[in-house]
């Protein structure tokens, strides 16, 4: 959710940034702009309203210089985007430029105090009020320089932030705060690459420093970095090596990043296997467990937090531990559990979920948690990150970056290493005997090779999209392990076609929902022979007496639901509780041909963002 960029060093800054800021666009892209500080203090500053292209376009070849820059792509929060609220932005005597992701609380009553002290205000965002606000400081102190002044300023602001403030009278400098949203440094030789992620950084440099909450840095090409906390304790930065390869942020010849990380699977599952389940020792390994056997084992009740897809996958993940573990699982919505007062106790441990690991909900979520007592262990895919770094323990899902907006490589990685500690645990609680805990070890390493039989399906999906491309309503039906499957099927069409769609079990829809169906609502059913396949097959005839239109997918080689459906999606038999490694699939292609037909932006979908850093 807003991508941030800077870069100060020797080399020319306007490219890198503009690179940069293409690398962060997934972050939010309903405006641009960059800052470049010249030696001579010369300030050059262009925004525009929609993605970095169009700014490229509106600054029609005109190339900044210098060796000091920033750079913003904004996911609109305060005020709707246009020109003038896209970052960054000036103080009012236009020496400072700032960019900021997060949101300032309090704004509203720091820009009454400033505008009543005789601050102009031109746009409808909070970050204006920031950067009036270290100017005021900075002229009022007389003395306080541009780092002193941005740590005291952050004392007053209530909110979350990760900024890059430059100033035109030090054209060697840039300073830097963050809390609660991600901010990291690359340390070049003699230069500096800012970002909120590592992806624009990686071709630079392997060497990070990822800034703390409550931190404020300074970077200075005379002094180097030196970090001090809000309340002005000096700080020794940790320097670490970035493990990411420039390849998985390419698209390497596919059209879309989204195409791309579906066909991945294959591959990030076994990643996400790998070093883990160990086949050949019949056994599975992890340290976020290992370390702490007697918990698990002795643990009266798990509780999932997580938002969007990351919550589907802890709602599979909640049939997993009570199938394997018999241990009392709840599975709740990270925004709502965190404004709750729940009642959270010893004995329980809270499972943080969450691809970017940055998620604004899901990071208070844990933290409201850890002060309750309870053990938090964190699955994430983005290594460093917040949630990873404020979870006792936890598990990478080892996807890789994931670039599109909808959640696919990364969602299936969410489930792998969900069976994995499920499976873990209810051996470690001896609900699972031997044969039981093998013949799943052999099924989950099984996973790769089906998905990719899957990838065949491609053709198939296709014609389905382009059948039913016209529609402007669609239903996901499933039951059991696969009711969450067609909660996501739902979620991942709506996403990126705006196609309306709802996923239900598929028994509910009775309830209510058999009122929409007619010869123009396709119903998309998950029909895997599992424990309810019979359920299913019930519920299939009812849409089909309502004459609805049935897409299924269905176990290979079933010929009853082949029979009542229009169109039929085989996949490989396995067990019920890993049936959704394989199901989710085509609803992923699917979702993405429907997009591509429709010519929807799908690896950028409107209103959205990958990472939501705000609340
Ligand atoms: C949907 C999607 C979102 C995310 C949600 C949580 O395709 O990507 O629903 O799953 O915003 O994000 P993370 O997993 O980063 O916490």
Same mark, same amino acid.
């Given at each position: 959710m807003c991508g941030i960029v800077g870069y100060l060093g020797n080399q020319e800054?306007? $490219?890198?940034?503009?690179?940069?800021?293409?690398?962060?666009?997934?972050?939010?892209y309903d405006s641009a702009g960059i800052a470049v500080l010249s030696e001579d203090g010369n300030l050059k500053h262009h925004r525009r309203k929609g993605k970095v292209d169009d700014l490229l376009e509106h600054m029609s070849g005109s190339v900044p210089t210098g060796n000091l820059g920033i750079g913003h792509t904004r996911w609109a929060t305060h005020g709707p985007p246009n020109d003038i609220n896209a970052h960054p932005h000036l103080s009012g005597n236009g020496q400072l430029a /700032?960019?900021?992701?997060?949101?300032? @609380?309090?704004?509203?009553?720091?820009?009454?105090?400033?505008?009543?002290?005789?601050?102009?205000?031109?746009?409808?965002?909070?970050t204006e009020v920031l950067v009036h606000l270290i100017e005021e400081i900075m002229q009022k102190s007389q003395g306080l320089d541009l780092f002193e002044a941005t740590r005291v300023a952050l004392n007053e602001v209530i909110g979350a932030y990760a900024i890059a403030v430059i100033d035109t009278s030090n054209p060697n400098e840039m300073v830097l705060a963050r809390k609660s949203s991600p901010l990291v440094i690359g340390i070049g030789d003699g230069e500096y690459f800012i970002a909120s992620d590592a992806t624009p950084i990686i071709e630079y440099t392997k060497n990070v420093v990822y800034l703390e909450d409550e931190e404020v840095a300074r970077i200075s090409l005379a002094d180097g970095l030196k970090i001090r906390t809000a309340s002005n304790h000096r700080v020794t930065p940790i320097?670490? *090596?970035?493990?990411?390869?420039? =390849?998985?942020?390419?698209?390497?010849?596919? @059209?879309?990043?989204?195409?791309?990380?579906?066909?991945?699977? $294959?591959?990030?599952? !076994?990643?996400?296997?790998?070093?883990?389940?160990?086949?050949?020792? =019949?056994?599975?390994?992890? !340290?976020?467990?290992?370390?702490?056997? *007697?918990?698990?084992?002795? !643990?009266?009740?798990?509780?999932? #937090? !997580?938002?969007?897809?990351s919550w589907h996958a802890g709602l599979i993940a909640e049939y997993m531990f009570e199938d394997f573990a018999r241990v009392p699982v709840e599975v709740e919505y990270a925004s709502e559990f965190r404004y709750r007062n729940p009642v959270i106790g010893e004995g329980d441990i809270l499972i943080a979920i969450s691809q970017s690991g940055e998620t604004a909900d899901t990071l208070a979520a844990i933290r409201m948690a850890k002060e309750k007592g309870a053990h938090v262990f964190g699955i994430c895919n983005v290594v460093g990150s917040s949630i990873s770094r404020e979870s006792h323990s936890g598990a990478y899902t080892h996807a890789g970056p994931e670039i599109g907006v909808a959640s696919t490589k990364a969602f299936t990685a969410q489930l792998? +290493? /969900?069976? /994995? +500690?499920?499976?873990? #645990?209810?051996?470690?609680?001896? +609900?699972?005997?031997?044969?039981?805990?093998?013949?799943?070890? +052999?099924? /989950?390493?099984?996973? $790769? *090779?089906? #998905? @990719?039989?899957?990838?065949?399906?491609? $053709?198939e999906l296709e014609t389905i999209a382009e059948e039913f491309k016209g529609s402007t309503n669609a239903l996901f039906l499933g039951r059991g392990y696969n009711f969450p499957v067609a909660l996501e099927g739902a979620l991942k069409l709506k996403e990126i076609s705006y196609i309306h769609a709802e996923g239900y079990p598929a028994a509910e829809m009775k309830h209510g929902p058999i009122a929409l169906i007619d010869e123009n609502m396709p119903v998309f059913f998950v029909a895997t022979q599992d424990a309810h396949y019979d359920k299913v097959v019930s519920n299939i005839q009812e849409v089909k007496a309502r004459g609805g239109r049935i897409i299924a997918i269905v176990t290979a080689g079933d010929k009853e639901v082949a029979n009542m459906a229009e169109f039929v999606i085989e996949v490989h038999k396995t067990d019920d509780a890993l049936v959704p490694l394989l199901s989710t699939i085509p609803f992923q292609l699917l979702s993405y041909h429907m997009a591509v037909k429709l010519d929807r932006n799908v690896d950028q979908p409107r209103n959205l963002a990958k990472s939501v850093t705000v609340e």
């Open positions: 800054a306007f $490219p890198l940034l503009i690179k940069g800021l293409k690398r962060l666009e997934y972050r939010g /700032l960019i900021h992701n997060g949101i300032i @609380e309090n704004y509203n009553a720091l820009k009454e105090t400033l505008t009543n002290r005789g601050h102009a205000f031109y746009s409808d965002t909070d320097v670490t *090596e970035l493990e990411m390869a420039i =390849e998985t942020i390419e698209k390497g010849g596919y @059209e879309h990043f989204m195409l791309k990380e579906i066909h991945e699977q $294959p591959r990030s599952i !076994a990643d996400c296997l790998r070093g883990r389940l160990r086949l050949g020792h =019949e056994s599975i390994r992890m !340290a976020g467990i290992d370390d702490h056997k *007697e918990m698990w084992t002795k !643990a009266n009740r798990l509780i999932i #937090v !997580a938002c969007g897809t792998a +290493v /969900l069976a /994995l +500690v499920a499976i873990r #645990v209810g051996r470690l609680r001896q +609900v699972l005997d031997e044969q039981r805990f093998n013949r799943l070890l +052999v099924e /989950l390493n099984g996973i $790769p *090779e089906k #998905v @990719e039989a899957l990838m065949s399906k491609e $053709p």
